[in-house]
């Protein structure tokens, strides 16, 4: 059983800066597309950010160029860095891990709040 370990979140004001990190208990993950949804209360989970094991990164056109999403040479880790953060970031950050199959592994959740 693979987990997934986030950290990161936290309280910030417009304009700021957070850095989530996810970690998986198992390297078996360097070959899943890995990344970070959110959810906010009443809404579906969307994808912020994923990277496959090749490299390549998607982006949710609400965060292209204020987040940056990267994963470490191994492949277990991956970072989502936030910058000129606003209030409307507000929600549950979740990372992800799945496979092809559409198979997936889910962290806990952290909360980022951006608030005045």
């Known amino acids: 059983q693979v987990q997934l370990v986030e950290s990161g979140g936290g309280s910030v004001q417009p304009g700021g800066s957070l850095t989530l990190s996810c970690a998986a208990t198992?390297?078996?993950?360097?070959?899943?597309?890995m990344g970070w949804y959110r959810q906010t209360p009443g809404k579906q989970r969307e994808l912020v950010a994923d990277?496959?094991?090749?490299?390549?990164?998607d982006y949710a056109d609400s965060v292209k160029g204020r987040f940056t999403l990267s994963r470490d040479v191994e492949g277990g880790s991956v970072y989502l860095e936030m910058s000129s953060l606003k209030p409307e970031d507000t929600a549950v950050y979740f990372c992800?891990?799945?496979?092809?199959?559409?198979?997936?592994?889910w962290g806990q959740g952290t909360l980022v709040n951006v608030f005045s």
């Open positions: 990277i496959t094991p090749g490299g390549g990164i």
């Open positions: 992800n891990a799945r496979i092809i199959s559409g198979f997936s592994y």
């Open positions: 198992s390297t078996v993950v360097k070959l899943y597309t």
